[in-house]
Every structure is written in structure tokens, then in C-alpha cells.
């Protein structure tokens, strides 16, 4: 389709069947499927020196993967799942990044990837239904379609805290980790932030620190993860059944390839309940969440009760009880902020050189050029490291200028908060297609499995277009309308909106809260996206 030129030199503006932005695990796979299955010309630009996405920028100690290996990773091609060696049940952040790179050469990827190149602005022509596409560097391409690919936990969230810059000590946000790491070897180390990347990064500094502080806002329920290196007998069998484990993952709830038992948990007596928590538990990781008791999510009764279970495991772990306490969550529901999975998190409060305060009776004032200093104390510091999350789902999204059709900005369509078609398409921004944007399961899903089913959706709706010749494709304000009601709708029979978490916005000061992913699960959600195509596209006009 494409008739542009690539060199970027002056003259005629490139010509594009695609830009792609961002290439981690979704920019990837949607310049795999676009180019070499659909035959587009496809540019992707990324941010970053190197592919990865997520996994390029978060090299903080101790980030790896919360979900197991061999379903964290692609299954388009059967050849690249049998090929690659993971090397346990929960890779570390270089192991996971290699994959990516690994992925960019086998399928010669990198020749339409630039990298180092932020997209700044992107505007819709009306009269050609074609997106024009700015790069920080000042190039400009043109582009029939513009698919955003930026990931919903990327752009990252530093508090402006009074006094933050007069630090003169290193200070750090986990998601911009310098490539050369930080020595923490006889450093003092403040940690703010326990949620999953405190959690995972704080048992890891503490054991080569002088001393952790861990200050916390909100305390978190964290599973063991009980990671285990691979033997070569568990790959084969892995391998063996890979057909099976990733149909799976397209079937269960949440994209892992099992499912909540079919029993809730006031279906069984109080030792069976115990019993099986307790064998979720042992067994670690997302299972005690998504291959649970059915109702975990949906009645605050049940959810109790294995919110102090989990409460119940941090009181035997931690040896000071006064610690323990201030570890146990007590305002939320157990799921209803995205639950860690942790490595010795607990145990690492028993060590001598690690401090837990309480933000939530003695709040940061300022940051000093020394260190910390909270309503009650003063702290001094080698080291911040702020593991304070990201503006999720959206922040990534609205740091690009993108102006749709007359004129209008996305900024100002989801001022009130994020208002799409099926996460997919936003209504006024012809062409534009957001993989797992608000509005989708996304961030409830296994991520590479969410990403592949809209790169597949989106990859069928340009060839359908193809077929029909038609060149321009958007969403109706009535189904956008439609959609977001429903996706609000579901989100109230849930307990994932109870929290003040990044799920509704709740960690960025003056966000609009509002529940930004699909919490209906991913069977519902497929079918819908399936019931759109087998009815030629209810829900989009198509024109061109
Ligand atoms: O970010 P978070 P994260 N003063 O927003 C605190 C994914 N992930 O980077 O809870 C003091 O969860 C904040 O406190 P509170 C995963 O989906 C995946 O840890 O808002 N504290 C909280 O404790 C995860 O959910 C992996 O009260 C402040 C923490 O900072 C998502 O990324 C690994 C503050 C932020 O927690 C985000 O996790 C890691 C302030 N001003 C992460 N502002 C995998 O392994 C914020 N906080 C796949």
C-alpha cells in the first residue's frame, strides 16, 4: 500500500501506511502483523534507546515478571515459542528484555524501528483521512493510520514533593533506572512507594544497603511469587502442550491459562476454605487472585475473608508486631488495588538494617538537600528512590498532542476521563487505534495476551478496509457512548474501584476518577469485539 520514501530527507512528506508508537511487547507485534502479515509500510518510533518498552525502562533491583514466563511472551508464532529458553517461573527485567530483542532480529524488526525518537504531536487531516505524525527531532511523516502501542504503565509518576529538586543526594524513579545501575553498597537508601515495584525492589536494595527506610502510604497485600528456576524436563512439557496453555490464556478471565475454581467461598466449610487458600497460597502467585474462590471480586464478605488471610500470613512473617500491623492492609479490599507478588517482602522487615514508616500518621513535608523529612522525623539519605508508579492507562496517551478530526483534542475528549469503543477507538479520532487503551481488559489481562487479541482485532479491521477500499474508519458517538456506560456499568459490581488506586486515576493529584479498565472479564470482552466484526463492524462508519 505504501508509496513513501524512507530516508527522511527533504522534499515530499513520507508517505505511510502506518506509525506505530512505542515498540515493547504491543509495538512489536503490531509491526510483525502489519507488515509481514498485511503487507503495510509501518514505521515505529520508541522513546527509548532500545526495544523492550516496560522492560527497556524498568531495570530497577529486583523487577521481573509477576506472571509466569511461558505465557508472559507471544503466541503468534509457534517457532519463537519453541525456540526460546526461559530460564524460571519469573524472569528478571534483563532476561525478559533480551526476549524482546531476541523477537526484533528474528523477525528483522529493527529496520522499521526508530529508536531514541519521542512523537510529540499528531494531527488528522480531514480532507485527506490521513494522520500527520511530529517527532521531537522535528521529522514529519504522513500516515493512514496511527496505532498507539505506549503501554499503560509508562509514563511514570514523580511527586512533586516540596523540596524534591534541592536533593543532593541520587535520586531515582524506579521506571527511568539508569542503564548502569546504582551501588547501594554502605548507602543509605529511602524507598517511597510499596506497591509492585517496592515490593519487588525493596528486599533486593536492603541486601546490599547500609540501611532501608520504606516509607508507606498505603500498605499492600503481596502472594509469594516462589520463584523456581526451570529443570530442562519442565520446558519440554511446557512446550509439549504450548497449543493448550495458549488457547487457555484466550479463554480464562484474566489471560492466564487456569481459571477461579467454581465455587464461592461461602460454598464451603471453614476448613475447606482455610485448606484452600492455604494451597493458593503455598503454590504463590497471581492464583491466589485469578484461580481463586469465584466471588473474591465480587462480595466484600468473601473478599474479607481472604483479605485476613493474607493479613493473618504478614502477622507470622514479620517479628515486631507493631511492624506487622502498619504492613496489613485495612482500607482496601484485597484485589481492589493491582496486588503484588512478592520475593521475601515481608522477611525483609525482620532484617536489622530496614525501617518502616507510616506515611499515613506522619506525611513527607519535604524533601531537604540531605534526605526526607516527614511531620515527625528527619532523615538522611544517600539515596531516594521513588517507586511511586505511573500516571496509568491515559498519561502515556495524553503526553502526545493528538488532535483529531476539526480540530478537537484528546486531552480535552477525556478531560471528564477516557471515553473509547472497546479500549479500541476513540470517537473523533478517525484511524487512530489504541492497543489495550481505557475501556479494554488490558491491565486485568495477562498483557501479551490482551495486546495480540487487539493487534489481531485492529490487523481484520484494516483488511476489512482493504477489501471494501475504504480508507477511513471511526467509532460512533453512540457506540463509544454505549460502550463507556457499560464498561462503568460492570465496574460497579466489582471491588476493583474501591480503592484509591491507579486503576480510577486515584494516584495522580486532580485525575478524574474514573475506572479505566474493562472489568468484565475477557470472555465477555472478546465476544463483544468478536459480535462488532460478524456484524460487519456495528459500531464503526467507515467512509473514503
Ligand atoms: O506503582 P503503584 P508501581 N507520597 O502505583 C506510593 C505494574 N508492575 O510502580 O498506594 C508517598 O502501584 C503509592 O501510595 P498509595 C503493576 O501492574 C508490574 O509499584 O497511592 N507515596 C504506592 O505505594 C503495578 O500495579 C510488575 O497510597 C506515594 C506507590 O507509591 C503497576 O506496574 C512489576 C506518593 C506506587 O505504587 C504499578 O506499580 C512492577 C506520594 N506522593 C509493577 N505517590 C511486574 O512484575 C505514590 N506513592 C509485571
Redesign the pocket.
Known amino acids: 500500500m505504501g508509496t513513501g520514501h524512507k530516508d527522511g530527507s527533504a522534499g515530499a512528506t513520507r508517505q505511510l501506511d502506518a506509525v506505530v508508537i512505542g515498540a515493547g511487547f504491543a509495538g512489536l507485534c503490531a509491526l510483525y502483523k502489519f507488515r509481514d502479515v498485511l503487507g503495510l509500510e509501518v514505521q515505529v518510533y520508541e522513546t527509548g534507546n532500545g526495544v523492550g518498552g516496560t522492560w527497556y525502562w ?1 531495570r530497577y533491583p529486583g ?5 509466569e514466563s511461558f505465557y508472559y511472551c507471544f503466541s503468534f508464532d509457534d517457532d519463537l515459542a519453541q525456540e526460546w529458553e526461559w530460564s524460571g517461573k519469573y524472569p528478571e527485567q534483563p532476561e525478559i528484555e533480551r526476549y524482546l530483542n531476541h523477537v526484533a532480529d528474528r523477525f528483522d524488526l529493527r529496520r522499521d524501528i526508530q529508536l531514541a525518537t519521542r512523537v510529540t504531536h499528531a494531527r488528522f487531516d480531514d480532507a485527506t483521512n490521513r494522520w500527520e505524525v511530529r517527532t521531537e527531532h522535528g521529522e514529519c511523516v504522513s500516515a493512514q493510520f496511527l496505532v498507539t502501542a505506549v503501554g499503560c ?1 509508562s509514563a511514570a ?1 514523580l ?1 512533586d ?1 516540596p523540596g524534591r529538586d534541592s536533593f543532593e543526594g541520587e535520586l531515582c524513579h ?2 527511568r533506572w539508569p542503564s548502569d545501575g546504582i551501588d547501594f553498597t554502605g548507602k543509605r537508601v529511602g524507598l ?9 525492589a525493596a528486599p533486593v536494595i536492603a541486601s546490599e544497603a547500609d540501611h532501608l527506610t520504606v ?4 500498605p ?1 497485600f503481596s502472594v509469594p511469587a516462589r520463584h523456581a528456576a526451570f529443570a530442562p524436563e519442565d520446558q519440554a512439557e511446557i512446550k509439549k502442550d504450548y497449543a493448550e496453555i495458549f488457547r487457555l490464556t484466550r479463554e480464562s478471565p484474566a489471560g492466564f491459562p487456569y481459571f477461579p475454581i467454581d465455587r464461592s467461598t461461602h460454598d464451603v466449610s471453614a476448613d475447606e476454605r482455610e485448606e484452600i487458600l492455604e494451597g493458593l497460597w503455598e503454590e504463590g502467585g497471581f492464583k491466589f487472585l485469578w484461580g481463586g474462590f469465584n466471588d473474591l471480586l465480587l462480595d466484600p464478605a468473601a473478599n474479607e475473608i481472604a483479605s485476613e488471610f493474607v493479613r493473618n500470613k504478614i502477622r507470622e512473617t514479620v517479628k515486631d508486631p507493631e511492624t506487622a500491623e502498619l504492613l496489613c492492609p485495612k482500607c482496601h479490599p484485597y484485589g481492589s ?2 496486588p ?1 507478588i512478592d520475593t521475601d517482602y515481608y522477611e525483609t522487615f525482620n532484617r536489622d538494617n530496614v525501617s518502616l514508616v507510616d ?1 499515613k500518621t506522619t506525611p ?1 513535608e519535604e524533601i531537604t538537600p540531605t534526605g526526607l523529612r516527614t511531620s515527625s522525623a528527619e532523615y538522611a539519605f544517600d539515596v531516594l528512590v521513588f ?4 500516571d ?1 492507562m491515559t498519561g502515556s496517551l495524553l503526553r502526545i498532542d493528538i488532535e483529531g478530526a476539526g480540530g478537537v483534542r484528546l486531552a480535552d475528549s477525556w478531560a471528564e476521563g477516557p471515553r473509547s469503543f472497546l479500549g479500541l477507538q476513540v470517537a473523533g479520532f478517525p484511524n487512530l487505534f489504541t492497543i489495550t487503551g481505557p475501556g479494554s481488559p488490558s ?1 486485568l489481562v495477562n498483557m501479551p495476551v490482551a495486546i495480540e487479541h487487539h493487534v489481531d482485532w485492529i490487523a481484520d479491521c484494516i483488511q476489512h478496509m482493504q477489501r471494501e477500499g475504504k480508507t477511513r474508519v471511526e467509532t460512533t458517538a453512540s457506540a463509544q457512548e454505549a460502550w463507556v456506560e457499560h464498561v462503568a456499568e460492570v465496574s460497579t459490581y466489582s471491588l476493583l474501584g474501591r480503592a ?3 486503576y480510577v486515576g ?2 495522580i493529584p486532580g485525575k478524574p476518577r474514573v475506572v479505566a479498565p474493562y472489568a468484565g472479564g475477557q470472555p465477555l470482552y472478546r465476544e463483544r469485539c468478536e459480535a462488532v466484526v460478524n456484524s460487519d463492524y456495528e459500531g464503526l462508519e467507515f467512509g473514503g
Open positions: 524498568n523487577a521481573r515478571c509477576d506472571s504503565l509518576n511527586p514533593i524506579t521506571a517511597i512507594g510499596t506497591g509492585s515495584t517496592g515490593i519487588q516509607f508507606q502510604r498505603t499492600n488495588k493491582r503484588p506515611l513527607i517507586a511511586t508508579g505511573f496509568a491491565v484509591n488506586s491507579w486515584a494516584n
